[in-house]
Antibody
């Protein structure tokens, strides 16, 4: 069974950088079978795709976040990470990591999600 | 843009429920597939995929859930609502991947 788990600070100061890591078990990022994604959910914006990353480090970002967002991958730890810079209160949300899209199986899109992590931006 | 309706659906136990999702563009991809999924989010939990490619049920999803539709108009139906179905339902498209987008969500509550 594929499982994902988000981790990182739950409180971030305004103008600072939000950093989260997703640890995957039950699947191998290195296999290259899937892209791995970050999502967030807030009352104001609902569910929002932020971006995804492949085992090679290739990324896709939501255009409106591209200037502030960096994703990275560590295949040795089976983890991928997110860094969002210059955060404001508008970045307060529940952040989810998920198995984004399968490269080889057209059925594989958003089939596994982490439990989510509430991150608050506040001084 | 994915537009769901209604945004809230009160349903009595054992009664059917229907949620619509309309896309502003065709969701038929160049490979002939339509990448429209339905997610369920129970209170306090993360989203769970119920339906993929319009009408295919995920493993473990009760057969009272069904998806239908084509091109721009899609529907999620629950034949007989049970208490465990309470939550928010989202349609999500992957046809324009990597730009995945979600509907606003429809809250299902028991009347």
């Amino acid at each position: 069974q594929v499982q994902l788990q988000e981790s990182g600070p739950r409180l971030v100061r305004p103008s600072q950088t939000l950093s989260l890591t997703c640890t995957v078990s039950g699947d191998s990022i290195r296999s290259g079978d899937h892209f791995w994604g970050w999502f967030r959910q807030s009352p104001a914006k609902g569910l929002e795709w932020m971006g995804n990353i492949y085992h090679s480090g290739s990324t896709n970002y939501k255009p409106s976040l591209k200037s502030r967002l960096v994703m990275s991958v560590d295949t040795s730890k089976n983890q991928f990470s997110l860094r969002l810079t210059s955060v404001t209160a508008a970045d307060t949300a529940v952040y989810y990591c998920a198995r984004d899209k399968s490269v080889y199986d057209s059925n594989g899109l958003l089939d596994y999600w982490g439990p989510g992590m509430m991150v608050t931006v506040s001084s | 843009v994915l537009t769901q309706s209604p945004l809230s659906v009160p349903v009595a136990l054992g009664q059917p429920a229907s949620i619509s999702c309309n896309s502003s563009q065709s969701l038929v991809y160049t490979d002939g597939n339509t990448y429209l999924n339905w997610l369920q989010q129970r209170p306090g939990l993360s989203p769970r995929r119920l339906i993929y490619k319009v009408s295919k049920r995920d493993s473990g999803v009760p057969d009272r859930f069904s998806g239908s539709g084509s091109v721009t108009d899609f529907t999620l139906k629950i034949s007989r609502v049970e208490a465990e179905d309470v939550g928010v339902y989202y349609c999500v498209q992957g046809t324009q991947w990597p730009l995945i987008t979600f509907g606003q969500g429809t809250r299902l509550e028991i009347k």
